[in-house]
């Protein structure tokens, strides 16, 4: 807004800007001999510059001053000088100024653009293409880049802006107005941007290629917009939107005969899935924390994930193994060996998987093969095709890499983000794969074009298909915005760039550029030749398979040669006839149990999610990253087993909030906010829906007592509560104990959940009672039941409690005692210490123990003789007498319990701003306890 009649005073002199005048007059203004002088402050000068230079006014001082520093920096002296300070200074019409060098000056800037990307390295890659083009590009290619003029690429690091981390960042009240903040990581470079944009005719905004990049644009968008200072028409740039999913010279020109607006659409559908996060995350976890002391957090997708990592292992620990049997032998033939033939018939009896369900029945057919004379009676030879594998999704890519490769969710995601940008050693100049967040299978025709005229000329024209492959995605609510993860060019095989790529970057390189030639490719033809052996009623059968043409698997170089070979041995094979006379040796029964489903590995869970409908291609390594932070999940011999809290958390979460972690609400969710960016349906009303329900049921869960939330979760949880515990065993072999809850250590006790300041933990119903009827028997949740009995710190060992022996220091007694936060030392002067991990509990000596209280020992304080000596001495001093301290502060005592868990969750924070939202948690408990 252009100020009119404004004035901004000094002491020595004045600076006006006239209504409907197109100067300035700096005037020194009349003095008194008395006078207080005052000066300029940096910030007050370029405040004033600012409103003057968005005014269109400009100054001259001998030379052009383009700066505001420069000029503030000057007015230090110029307020110091008196009259003399203003004497350098006159005024600057516009039409002085436009023949001015600053004419010449705009002229440069007038045909400038800034591009915008997320990533430094991206940056330094378009910086190259928009500047150094390739000479071999089409005209049209050139023309449009050098319609852009100037070019500068800054990077913005992903967010700028980001809901505020504390409750009301989504007002509903307010139609769920948003109240985005600017961290003080991003600050710095959005400032740099905005500098950037002020000496530039347009601004193209180039984030990924995806629903976060499309909301990351918008943000870019409203800061600049809200800047005052911005040159070009009308006062501000052209802002437009371009996207390429290829960091190579082709794309990044070809996206600019693209440049579109930002869309509102799929803004919308980042807003309501932002807003939805924010109002589930803020929502329950307020509840958690309050009804469950030491859970972290809870959240829209997370929670459901862990509600599937969690009801596989419940379907783990409640599988009962089925005993089978099968035989086998070693048979000979024509000089060939067939090793490990089963045994598939006996007398007229075909047998099945479960047909010897007992050792008995296993003996008498081992019996039966041993005394048989077999031959050679049937070769039957059938032909199978094989297809190549679909072209890469995220959710494939981390499945393959899970599987093949051993990595994490987020180390794919890590590695694949660095080829996708060229981020490389021995860099190639361009990014080695497509954008690596995507559900589509699509290929693009250029891409297949350029794929089948490698194929044919690398591998033949027997390797290619007559038609291009066509892929239709299978995964549920597919949006399919853009292609599948492949190589930018089929050409630049695994083999050149071995040697220029760290070995787990060229290891992913490899994969994605296998399956994605090989999809391309003729199906590949497998021969089986399947042998039965017969006599005296006894049938084994043995097959062996090999390729007998590549198709699609020539892709794979490293496996030609076992595959040679395999077809070497095929072809000896097929010499064999039948009515050939057998020799068997090896005869062998195996005793077998049935398997329950295995746990979740990040690949595989991944797939879960995505035939569920639940997330989205960004979303599955960080979902599994925040579970296994928060403590919920741990990682086992590469699978994710869920902890006795993850448990917990679960229990009560599909308890109280069942609609809200039911898998199928959630994949609804998803395509809700998938017909938001088709721009089918409003997010505000999307939200509307979701909130009213769900803010009852968040008020009437905070008004049940905890009390009963324990009791309702310990009956939900029954005898299996302390399953790991193996207390229900009786002394007969194999009796059950009526009464597998009865405490150990007082035996008249019972064993229940119980919740303390840090997590729960299974303890006697008397471990809250004094004196002789007390109890201190505690167990760590995690010792109890569930998975985690294999990953706890040490296993539940009742034989190892007891007195150790004297203290080599002391000659004090030393017990083993066991707490709700494990096995701990005692020493009966008070000197406790936690048991290393590293040591199990039945092999400590007193020896051990003496040198684990000395390096580790802390004294327990005795809370009781505490507190009742304070009493005594606060009523020998009186009522407020100077002995007695101050009660504490209660936000302190709350600061000091949330502190660490509000900056894990707020890494980008400041402590002032983490302390705001701690203040904000706090009044929010406060008012719910009033």
């Not at 100067?23 to 910030?43: I, Y």
């Not at 050939?580 to 398997?595: F, I, K, N, W």
Request: with cysteine; net charge positive; hydrophobic share 35%.
């Amino acid at each position: 807004m252009r100020p009119t009649g404004a004035a901004i005073r000094s002491n020595h002199q004045r600076v006006a800007l006239r209504s409907g005048r197109n100067d300035v007059a700096l005037e020194p203004k009349k003095t008194r001999t008395r006078t207080r002088t005052t000066c300029w402050t940096m910030t007050s000068f370029s405040s004033c510059l600012s409103r003057l230079t968005h005014a269109g006014v400009g100054f001259r001082r001998g030379k052009d001053i383009s700066s505001v520093n420069n000029m503030a920096s000057m007015a230090s002296s110029f307020t110091r000088g008196g009259r003399a300070g203003c004497s350098g200074f006159r005024p600057m019409p516009l039409a002085h100024r436009a023949s001015s060098s600053d004419a010449a000056s705009m002229e440069n800037h007038a045909n400038t653009t800034l591009v915008v990307v997320e990533s430094p390295t991206k940056a330094k890659k378009v910086q190259k293409f928009l500047t150094k083009p390739d000479k071999e590009e089409d005209e049209r290619s050139l023309a449009l880049l050098e319609s852009l003029g100037k070019v500068e690429v800054l990077a913005s690091y992903g967010h700028v802006r980001d809901l505020e981390g504390k409750p009301g960042a989504v007002d509903p009240d307010k139609h769920f107005a948003l109240r985005w903040s600017v961290s003080s990581r991003a600050r710095p470079r959005l400032d740099a941007i905005k500098q950037a944009a002020q000496r530039c005719e347009r601004v193209l905004l180039a984030t990924d290629p995806d629903r976060e990049g499309e909301g990351i644009a918008w943000h870019l968008q409203q800061e600049l917009e809200a800047c005052p200072s911005l040159r070009g028409s009308a006062g501000k740039p052209s802002i437009q939107r371009i996207t390429f999913n290829e960091v190579t010279s082709k794309a990044v020109l070809r996206s600019l005969e693209g440049a579109r607006e930002v869309s509102t659409a799929l803004v919308d559908a980042y807003r309501a899935r932002r807003a939805l996060d924010h109002l589930v995350g803020f929502g329950l976890s307020p509840v958690l924390w309050r009804k469950l002391p030491g859970s972290k957090s809870a959240g829209r997708v997370q929670s459901a994930a862990l509600r599937m990592i969690c009801e596989r292992d419940d379907e783990i620990s409640a599988h009962v193994p089925v005993e089978y049997w099968s035989v086998s032998a070693d048979v000979e033939v024509g000089g060939h060996s067939f090793e490990g033939a089963s045994l598939v018939a006996l007398g007229e009896e075909k047998l099945g998987k479960f047909s010897l369900a007992k050792e008995e029945d296993a003996e008498r057919a081992r019996a039966a093969v041993e005394s048989a004379q077999l031959s050679l009676t049937t070769i039957k030879e059938t032909i199978s095709r094989k297809q190549p594998r679909r072209p890469l999704t995220t959710s494939t890519l981390q499945q393959l890499a899970s599987s093949r490769l051993g990595m994490s969710a987020t180390e794919t995601m890590v590695v694949a983000q660095k080829l996708y940008e060229g981020d490389h050693a021995g860099g190639t100049g361009e990014g080695l794969i497509t954008y690596m967040r995507t559900d589509g299978t699509y290929l693009s025709p250029a891409f297949v074009q350029q794929c089948r005229e490698y194929i044919e000329g690398e591998f033949g024209g027997d390797y290619l298909p007559q038609k291009p492959r066509l892929f239709a995605s299978k995964s549920k609510n597919a949006q399919e915005a853009h292609e599948a993860i492949r190589p930018t060019n089929p050409s630049l095989s695994p083999s050149k760039l071995k040697k220029k790529l760290e070995p787990r970057h060229w290891r992913l390189y490899d994969l994605i550029w296998r399956v994605a030639v090989g999809s391309q490719m003729s199906d590949a033809r497998a021969k089986t030749l399947s042998f039965e052996f017969s006599g005296d009623g006894v049938t084994l059968r043995s097959a062996f398979t090999a390729t007998v043409f590549e198709g699609h698997l020539a892709a794979d170089a490293e496996g030609a040669g076992a595959r040679r070979a395999a077809l070497e041995k095929m072809r000896a094979l097929e010499s064999l006839g039948e009515g050939d006379a057998c020799e068997t040796s090896g005869v062998v029964s195996r005793q077998h149990h049935t398997s329950p489903p295995p746990k979740f590995s990040d690949g595989t869970l991944v797939k879960a999610l995505e035939e569920c409908g639940i997330g989205r291609p960004s979303t599955y390594a960080p979902i599994i990253k925040v579970l296994t932070s928060r403590g919920y999940v741990v990682r086992s011999s590469g699978r994710l087993v869920p902890t006795a809290r993850g448990h917990l958390v679960t229990k009560f979460l599909k308890l109280y909030f069942p609609v809200y972690v039911d898998l199928n609400y959630t994949s609804g969710m998803e395509e809700q906010l998938d017909r938001i960016s088709n721009a089918e349906l409003g997010w505000t009303l999307l939200l509307s829906d979701f909130w009213d329900p769900f803010e009852r049921t968040v008020a009437d869960v905070m008004d049940i007592r905890n009390r009963v939330v324990i009791d309702e979760l310990d009956a939900l949880f029954g005898d299996d509560l302390v399953k790991g515990l193996d207390l229900g065993e009786g002394e007969g072999d194999g009796e059950v104990s009526a009464e597998p809850r009865r405490c150990p250590a007082c035996g008249t006790g019972t064993l229940g959940l119980k919740l303390s300041r840090f997590g729960g933990f299974v303890g006697c119903s008397n471990y809250d009672k004094k004196g002789e009827s007390g109890c201190t028997f505690g167990v760590p949740l995690d010792m109890c039941f569930g998975s985690s009995t294999k990953i706890a710190k040490h296993g539940f060992d009742l034989s190892a409690l007891g007195e150790l022996g004297a203290c080599e220091d002391t000659g004090l007694v030393i017990e083993m005692k066991l707490g709700p936060y494990g096995y701990y030392l005692h020493r009966t002067d008070g000197m406790v210490a936690s048991l290393p991990r590293e040591i199990e509990p039945s092999e400590m000596t007193p020896k051990d123990a003496t040198e684990v209280l000395r390096e580790k020992g802390k004294r327990k304080k005795k809370k009781a003789a505490a507190s009742t000596g304070a009493k005594a001495k606060g009523k020998a001093q009186g009522r407020g007498g100077g002995a007695n301290k101050r009660s504490p502060n209660p936000f302190i005592e709350f600061m000091q319990r949330e502190k660490d868990r509000v900056v894990q969750e707020n890494p980008d924070k400041t402590w002032r701003e983490c302390v705001k939202i701690i203040a904000a948690e706090y009044k929010t408990s406060a008012s719910a306890k009033s």
